[in-house]
C-alpha cells in the first residue's frame, strides 16, 4: 500500500539528470504555438519527483501563469473515473457486468438494443460510437418532440441525450466492434444514477473524490472553478462549441464532464497503480481493477473515427499491447500500461509493473483526437519518463 | 478475507431472498479451506406455512450432478477401466443412431457427442409414445432412465461429434450408463460408494427418497419453467429419479466438500478421489475452437470434462465479471451454481430456488452478482 508523498527523483527510483531532462522539454513544449499551458506530474511508487506547470493559465493577454493547482477541462479523462465508479457498485453485487441494459434501463427501445449489455458500455463495443450517436440525439433533440418529466437528479442536457440514446438503434450488434462513444459512458452513469438513487456527481464525490482526497475534482463546470480554470478557445476542436460546452464538457457528464489537478488524477492513477487502494484507502479491489486493466476486447476489430486499427482495451482504458495505439504510446512503454486522453489534450498512464504515473494537462488549440493528428507530446513525454526510471 | 467485505455480501442476500422469485437460499464461501460464510435466507418451501430454510436444507443440484458425474467417469478411467477416447457404443454396442459410431466418450463429458440438446427430448419422447417392446430394465438401473436410453439408442446424431458444443442432458445420462456397466453396480451405488461416503458427504443423494422431503427446498413446478417441471404432480415424481444428468440432492456444505476435493487437486482429509492429473484434465478447456450454440453462438465453449471454464467470454446473466479466469464451476436449472477459483485458493456454493423469466429465458437468480461480491472480497495480503 503506497501512500503518495513528494520526493527526490532518486527516492522515487528515477534517473536525476533525466527528470531534470524532462523540466528543459516541458518549457520547450509550453513555447508551441498551439499549447496555451502545460502541467506534468511524475511519480514512482507513490513518490512524486516532478509536478510543474509552464505557459499561460488561458488565452486572455492578462491571463495568470499556469500553475500546478490549475484546473483543467478533463473532458474524456472522465471514462476512467465513471468506469471505476460502476465497478464500485460491481464489487458491492449491485450491478452486474453481464446483465442486459435495458435490465437497470428498462425505457431502452433501439433496435437491437436488447443484446447490449452493460459490459459493453464499458469498452465501447455496445454500437453507439460518437458520429452516429451525436446525430441521432441533435435530430432528437432538435425534433422538439415530448420528452418525459427532467428527473430531479438529472441535468436537462443529461437527461435530453439519455432519452435519444434510448432511441438509438445500435449498430453494429453488440460486441462486434469497437466504435469509440461518450454515448456509453452517459448510459453507464444513468445506471449508476439509477442502482446508487443519487446523482452520478454525487456518487462519484462520495465514493471515490472524497476518499481518494480529490479536493479539486468533480463533475460538471462550477463557477468558483473560475480564477483556476485553465480555460481554453475549443473553436478548432468542436463543431458546436456553445452545444459541446452544454451537454458534454461543462455538463455532468459521466463521459466527458470532468474537472480537476494534476495532483487529484494522480491520486486517481496511484490508486489504480497500486490495485484499488491509497493512503490506506480501499477503493476497488485487486481483482476489479484487474478487470479493468486486462484487454476486454480480445478478437474484436476497431473503428476509430473511421480508420481501422487494431488495439485493446480495458474498463475505461485504453491499455496498451507491445506496439500500442498509434500517436497515443511512444514506443517505449511495455504491454499493459493503461492510460486516456480527452479532447484538448488532458492524458495519463499508468505502468503497474515499473510502478510509475505519468500525468500530462495541456491546452492544445489544435488537438483532434479524432482524425489522428495530434499536435501534442504526451508520447514523448511517456518515453522519457520510461527512460528515467533505474532500479 | 476482508471482514468489512462479507457484510455486503449478507446485505445483498437478504435482499435476493426479498426479491419475488427467489424463494430460497444458502451460501457458503471457504478460502484457504475456512469457512468464512455459510448462511440461509428465505423459506424451505412454496407452501404457506412453510418453516423457514436453515443451512440443512437439501437442494434440487440439478445440473450440478454433471460434476459428480464426470467425476466417476474419471474414476473408472484411472482404474484403467474405462477410456475416454474410446466410442461410447464399445461401451454401449446397443447405439445404432446415424452417426453415434463415431461418437467418443470424452464427447459426451464435453457436449460435443454431435446431440442437439434442445431438440433431443422431444424426439426421445416422440419415440416413446409409440408402442415399443425393448429388453427388461437391468436390476442396477432405474425403470425411467432404463426407458430414456432405449428412446436414444436409435437417435441420429444431429451434428458430426467434436464440432459443435450441444449442452445435452441426455448425454450425461448415457455417461452414467457407461459408469453403470463398467462398474457393474447401479450408478447411484458407484457414486454413494467412491464419491460420498469417502468424502463424508452424507447428504448428497442421486434421487430423493421420501423421507428426505421434510427437509427439501422444494419448488412449486406451476412456477413457468422448463418442460422438465411441467406441473407439481410431475416434479415430484421426477426428483426420484436418480438422473446422472441432474437428479442430484445435496446440502450446501456436502457440495462444498465436493468443491474443495477438486480446489485441493483430488483429495480431501485423508481420502483421495481423483489424482492430479485427472484434476487437470477435468478443469481445462478441453475443446478449444470449438463453439457452443447457448442463447446465441459462442466462439469458444470453453468447456472440461464436467465443468465449464472460466475465460474471457463472460455469458450474459450466467458469469460474474471479477472471478480471474482459469476458473471453473457449473450451474443448474431453478437456481443452483458454484464456482471453484485456484488462483485465490476459494469456493464458493450459490443454492437457491428461483423461477425462470420465461421471455428472458433466463434464471432470477444473482449468482453473477454473487461471484462478484466474494471476489472482490478476497483480502491481499498486507
Avoid at chain 1, 462519484?204 to 468558483?224: I, K, Q
Avoid at chain 1, 486499427?309 to 517505449?332: A, I, K, T
Avoid at chain 1, 503497474?352 to 507530446?377: H, S
Avoid at chain 2, 416434479?235 to 450446501?252: C, H, K, N, Q
Amino acid at each position: 500500500m503506497t501512500n503518495m508523498r513528494e520526493g527526490t527523483p532518486e527516492e522515487a527510483g528515477f534517473d536525476a539528470e533525466r527528470i531534470e531532462l524532462i523540466r528543459q522539454r516541458g518549457a520547450q513544449w509550453a513555447e508551441q504555438s498551439n499549447t496555451q499551458g502545460l502541467v506534468l506530474l511524475v511519480a514512482r511508487n507513490g513518490v512524486i519527483c516532478l509536478e510543474e506547470a509552464w505557459g499561460d493559465l488561458t488565452g486572455e493577454p492578462d491571463s495568470p501563469p499556469m500553475n500546478t493547482d490549475s484546473i483543467f477541462m478533463l473532458a474524456s479523462l472522465a471514462k476512467p473515473v465513471t468506469a471505476a465508479a460502476a465497478m464500485i457498485l460491481v464489487e458491492d453485487g449491485l450491478l452486474g457486468l453481464t446483465r442486459p441494459l435495458n435490465y437497470y434501463i428498462p425505457e431502452l427501445r433501439g433496435e437491437g438494443s436488447e443484446e447490449v449489455l452493460v459490459q459493453h458500455l464499458l469498452t465501447h463495443t455496445a454500437g453507439y460510437g460518437d458520429e452516429r450517436a451525436i446525430a441521432h440525439a441533435t435530430d432528437y433533440i432538435m425534433s422538439g418532440q415530448e420528452l418525459p418529466p427532467c428527473p430531479e437528479q438529472l441535468a436537462l442536457p443529461i437527461h435530453q441525450q439519455l432519452e435519444a440514446y434510448y432511441t438509438m438503434p445500435v449498430e453494429p450488434g453488440p460486441g462486434t466492434l469497437m466504435v469509440y462513444g461518450i454515448a456509453h459512458y452517459v448510459l453507464l452513469g444513468e445506471v449508476i444514477r439509477r442502482i446508487s438513487g443519487m446523482k452520478f456527481e454525487d456518487f462519484v464525490r462520495t465514493r471515490l473524490f472524497e476518499p481518494l482526497g480529490m479536493r479539486d475534482s468533480a463533475f460538471g463546470y462550477d463557477d468558483s472553478m473560475q480564477p483556476r480554470f485553465a480555460e481554453m478557445d475549443l473553436t478548432n476542436l468542436v463543431d458546436d462549441v456553445e452545444l459541446a460546452k452544454q451537454y458534454t464538457f461543462f455538463a455532468p457528464n459521466a463521459g466527458g464532464g470532468l474537472f480537476g489537478t494534476v495532483g487529484d488524477y494522480a491520486r486517481f492513477a496511484q490508486m489504480l497503480a497500486n490495485g484499488g487502494t491509497l493512503d490506506g484507502q480501499r477503493i476497488l479491489g485487486r481483482a476489479a481493477v484487474g478487470q479493468m486493466m486486462r484487454n476486454q476486447i480480445p478478437g474484436i476489430p476497431v473503428d476509430f473515427a473511421g480508420r481501422e486499427y487494431r488495439g485493446n482495451w480495458g474498463y475505461g482504458l485504453m491499455l496498451f499491447d507491445e506496439q500500442g495505439w498509434p500517436w497515443f504510446h511512444g514506443g517505449l512503454l511495455a504491454a499493459g500500461c493503461v492510460s486516456h486522453s480527452g479532447v484538448g489534450g488532458p492524458s495519463f498512464w499508468v505502468d503497474r509493473e515499473q510502478g510509475v504515473v505519468g500525468v500530462y494537462f495541456v491546452t492544445c488549440l489544435d488537438l483532434d483526437a479524432n482524425t489522428g493528428d495530434l499536435r501534442w507530446d504526451f508520447d514523448l513525454f511517456q518515453n522519457l519518463v520510461t527512460a528515467a526510471v533505474i532500479d | 478475507m476482508d471482514p468489512a467485505r462479507i457484510g455486503p455480501i449478507r446485505e445483498r442476500a437478504a435482499e435476493w431472498a426479498d426479491l419475488q422469485g427467489t424463494q430460497s437460499l444458502v451460501l457458503l464461501v471457504a478460502r484457504h479451506g475456512v469457512i468464512c460464510l455459510h448462511e440461509a435466507w428465505g423459506a424451505l418451501t412454496y407452501r404457506d406455512g412453510s418453516p423457514p430454510i436453515g443451512t440443512a436444507a437439501l437442494f434440487h443440484c440439478s445440473s450440478l450432478a454433471k460434476s459428480v458425474t464426470a467425476t466417476a467417469a474419471m474414476i473408472l478411467a484411472e482404474e484403467g477401466l474405462l477410456s475416454l477416447t474410446r466410442p461410447v457404443n464399445y461401451y454401449i454396442p446397443e447405439l445404432t443412431g446415424a452417426g453415434t459410431q463415431d461418437m467418443l466418450v470424452q464427447q459426451l463429458l464435453t457436449h460435443t457427442a454431435g446431440y442437439d440438446g434442445e431438440t433431443l427430448p422431444d424426439a426421445l419422447a416422440a419415440w416413446l409414445s409409440e408402442p415399443r417392446t425393448f429388453p427388461d430394465c437391468p436390476a442396477t438401473q432405474h425403470p425411467h432412465l432404463h426407458r430414456e436410453l432405449q428412446a436414444l439408442y436409435p437417435q441420429d446424431l444431429a451434428h458430426p461429434p467434436g464440432t459443435l458444443m450441444s449442452y445435452c442432458n441426455t448425454g450425461y445420462d448415457l455417461l452414467g450408463e457407461v459408469v453403470r456397466r463398467v462398474s457393474g453396480v447401479s450408478f447411484a451405488d458407484f457414486v454413494a460408494q467412491r464419491i460420498f461416503v469417502p468424502l463424508g458427504m452424507g447428504e448428497s443423494f442421486f434421487g430423493l427418497h421420501s423421507g428426505q422431503r421434510d427437509r427439501f427446498a422444494e419448488r412449486d413446478a406451476d412456477v413457468p419453467a422448463d418442460s422438465q417441471f411441467r406441473d407439481r404432480d410431475s416434479y415430484r415424481r421426477l426428483v426420484e429419479i436418480p438422473f446422472p444428468s441432474g437428479g442430484l440432492f445435496a446440502t450446501a456444505a456436502d457440495y462444498a466438500i465436493f468443491a474443495q476435493m477438486y480446489l485441493n487437486g483430488g483429495s480431501y482429509g485423508s481420502r483421495r478421489i481423483l489424482g492430479k492429473a485427472s484434476v487437470a484434465q477435468m478443469t481445462r478447456n478441453q475443446i478449444p475452437g470449438i463453439p457452443a450454440e447457448f442463447l446465441g453462438l459462442h466462439p469458444e465453449a470453453d468447456w472440461g470434462y464436467g465443468f465449464g471454464i472460466i475465460s474471457d467470454d463472460r455469458w450474459r446473466m450466467f458469469d460474474g465479471s471479477l472471478p480471474p479466469n482459469g476458473g471453473f464451476g457449473h450451474s443448474g436449472l431453478g437456481g443452483t451454481a458454484f464456482w471453484v477459483d485456484p488462483l485465490n485458493d476459494l469456493i464458493a456454493i450459490y443454492f437457491s430456488v428461483c423461477g425462470l423469466d420465461e421471455e428472458r429465458v433466463e434464471h432470477i437468480w444473482q449468482f453473477d452478482l454473487f461471484q462478484n461480491l466474494v471476489t472482490a472480497a478476497v483480502a491481499d495480503k498486507a
